[in-house]
């Protein structure tokens, strides 16, 4: 019931997750969404992975193949248990101070390392942190351009976004000291 979601003031969220069992309707409900609530960031879950260009074309911010990612974790359990153990680790929830998660926060006009290169944000970031910096993602005219495993030439500046893995001690400290909550709103 598209009226309904005024009710629950739709416009104000972040982001707005669509999960139906069949591709079609949340193709079919994503369109009309769109057509009643322009704007909307939209992330939704799909069965048929071939489909995902389809929605990236109807407007969805995020389309997300369910096979895709489990025939990916099937292979590392095949060919690399370890691998697999880890993905599934970081992929749950943390819980606790010893348990680690990829994070993502904005850097602020005030964040100490701002004009940083990200290789040594990264030495840093062990150091001080015992976190690992994963990517960075540059606002980039009118999207996001995330850069995984940036170096030396990459330079971390306000607006973007730092991808870490960190576990909860680390994560209370960055935003401490990057005075900002993890996540991206």
């Given at each position: 019931?598209?009226?309904?979601?005024?009710?629950?003031?739709?416009?104000?969220?972040?982001?707005?997750?669509?999960?139906?069992?069949?591709?079609?309707?949340?193709?079919?409900?994503?369109?009309?969404?769109?057509?009643?609530?322009?704007?909307?960031?939209?992330?939704?879950?799909?069965?048929?992975?071939?489909?995902?260009?389809?929605?990236?074309?109807?407007?969805?911010?995020?389309?997300?193949?369910?096979?895709?990612?489990?025939?990916?974790?099937?292979?590392?359990?095949?060919?690399?248990?370890?691998?697999?153990?880890?993905?599934?680790?970081?992929?749950?929830?943390?819980?606790?101070?010893?348990?680690?998660?990829?994070?993502?926060f904005f850097i602020t006009?005030?964040?100490?390392?701002?004009?940083?290169?990200?290789?040594?944000?990264?030495?840093?970031?062990?150091?001080?942190?015992?976190?690992?910096?994963?990517?960075?993602?540059?606002?980039?005219?009118?999207?996001?351009?995330?850069?995984?495993?940036?170096?030396?030439?990459?330079?971390?500046?306000?607006?973007?976004?730092?991808?870490?893995?960190?576990?909860?001690?680390?994560?209370?400290?960055?935003?401490?000291?990057?005075?900002?909550?993890?996540?991206?709103?």
């Open positions: 019931h598209l009226e309904a979601l005024s009710k629950v003031n739709i416009r104000s969220a972040a982001k707005v997750f669509i999960n139906f069992e069949n591709d079609t309707d949340t193709l079919v409900y994503t369109l009309n969404l769109k057509n009643k609530f322009p704007g909307l960031n939209i992330i939704v879950s799909l069965n048929n992975s071939s489909l995902k260009g389809t929605f990236e074309a109807a407007g969805v911010t995020y389309a997300v193949s369910r096979d895709q990612i489990l025939s990916k974790l099937v292979a590392s359990y095949i060919f690399e248990p370890d691998v697999a153990a880890i993905t599934e680790d970081i992929m749950s929830t943390a819980t606790g101070d010893d348990d680690y998660d990829i994070q993502e006009d005030d964040n100490p390392f701002i004009n940083e290169n990200c290789l040594t944000t990264f030495v840093e970031m062990k150091n001080k942190y015992d976190s690992i910096l994963l990517a960075i993602s540059k606002f980039d005219k009118t999207k996001t351009k995330l850069i995984t495993n940036p170096g030396e030439n990459i330079m971390i500046m306000p607006q973007d976004y730092l991808v870490i893995l960190t576990n909860g001690t680390g994560k209370n400290k960055i935003q401490k000291d990057f005075q900002v909550k993890e996540g991206r709103l």
